[in-house]
């Protein structure tokens, strides 16, 4: 009788460290993708689109980038199989000629082609951009 607690024990922690290993590998941060893939010193140029309402906003304004790329460095991401509604594609254009899209929607993104992540909390990113008095343009 004994040997079967012990044994139920180390299955129910077995199973456990499962859960919580799995569960991390698929928590990231906003931060953590975007310094995969561009420093931020390497971007000229960031493009809005705002999906919805047929407008766009260009910038090569220092401040503006600063606060796509780097105020949401902390927002918690979990990657998730269904892909996101999306409001906004955001272009990064890199002193290297390279385009980086990120897809925002409300409550999930995708950062250049990769997975799909839902955010935890709010949603900095989108905040930023909801909040922003940019001079959008009609979409081209």
């Not at 503006?64 to 999306?86: A, C, E, G, R």
Request: avoid cysteine; charged fraction near 25%.
């Amino acid at each position: 009788m004994r040997k079967r607690w012990i044994i139920l024990i180390i299955l129910v922690i077995l199973i456990g460290a499962t859960f919580i290993f799995v569960n991390q590998a698929n928590q990231t941060t906003y931060g953590n993708e975007i310094s995969t893939l561009v420093n931020e010193d390497d971007i000229q140029e960031i493009e809005i689109e705002d999906i919805r309402n047929n407008k766009q906003f260009r910038t090569n304004d220092q401040q503006v980038i600063h606060d796509i790329i780097t105020k949401p460095s902390d927002m918690q991401l979990q990657k998730v199989n269904n892909p996101p509604k999306f409001d906004y594609t955001i272009g990064i254009k890199t002193s290297n000629s390279e385009t980086y899209f990120i897809m925002l929607g409300e409550n999930r993104l995708q950062i250049a082609g990769g997975y799909h992540h839902e955010v935890d909390q709010v949603n900095e990113l989108y905040d930023i951009i909801q909040s922003s008095s940019y001079d959008w343009e009609p979409l081209e």
